[in-house]
């Protein structure tokens, strides 16, 4: 069965420092790739996804992903983190054929002026 | 559009009580999708649907949940009776297509505390 783990359950940045959030996931074939921020009180929103092609993806707000088939790894990056980008972080694994995604259980992002 | 609409946004009910949660998905959206976040479980899938059939309820976690989808722009969550380990927040999601790989748009949820 397709799995996601996000090794850290919580991280603290500097405000512009650099950002890696960390995700691995479990599926045979190649899966379908988000990550997904959840702001205070709001829902989930995409901020990007990986198909397939270029195995670096550009999302919004700054942040890319790099998709490592060896690694079993999407992790999310920005160069400078803002103090708006402190949220709940999601990444999320689907597949072909399938209407379910699998979410893992999220990083928060703690970002210090 | 407005995207995915729920109300109430918040709810605080007692014990036994029956809750009602509702969704509008983005119109043209033929997936629909309950979420449940807790703390402890993180966000957990409970139904969802597409065109406004149940297709998956095995994430509901029993008799006292249900959910219906009657038209393609409206679906509820019921609780009843309601318990405190029911609290917790509550999205709807819709998407275009197999969502596999289709992105998915989240209404705001709707935070219940059952007291």
């Known amino acids: 069965a397709q799995s996601v783990t996000q090794p850290d359950i919580h991280i603290t940045v500097s405000e512009g420092a650099s950002l890696e959030l960390r995700c691995n996931y479990s599926?045979?074939?190649?899966?379908?790739l988000f990550w997904y921020v959840q702001s205070p009180g709001q829902g989930l929103q995409l901020l990007l996804k990986y198909f397939s092609g270029d195995t670096l993806v550009q999302g919004i707000k700054g942040f890319e992903a790099e998709f490592k088939r060896s690694q079993s790894s999407f992790n999310l990056r920005k160069p400078s983190v803002h103090w708006s980008d402190a949220a709940e972080y999601f990444c999320?694994?689907?597949?072909?054929?399938?209407?379910?995604?699998?979410f893992g259980p999220g990083t928060s992002l703690s970002v210090i002026p | 559009d407005a995207g995915v609409i729920q109300s109430p946004r918040h709810e605080v009910t007692e014990m036994g009580q029956e809750v009602t949660l509702r969704c509008k998905p983005i119109s043209g959206h033929d997936y629909l999708f309950w979420y449940r976040q807790t703390m402890m479980r993180g966000l957990e899938l409970l139904i969802y649907f597409n065109n406004n059939v149940p297709i998956d309820d095995s994430g509901m976690p029993e008799d006292r949940f249900s959910a219906k989808m009657p038209n393609a722009s409206f679906s509820t969550l019921k609780i009843q009776p309601s318990e405190p380990r029911d609290s917790a927040v509550y999205f709807c999601?819709?998407?275009?297509?197999?969502?596999?790989?289709?992105?998915?748009?989240f209404g705001p949820g709707t935070r219940l505390l059952v007291l």
């Open positions: 599926y045979g074939a190649t899966p379908y």
């Open positions: 999601a819709s998407s275009l297509g197999t969502s596999g790989r289709e992105t998915q748009y």
């Open positions: 999320a694994v689907g597949r072909t054929s399938y209407d379910k995604v699998i």
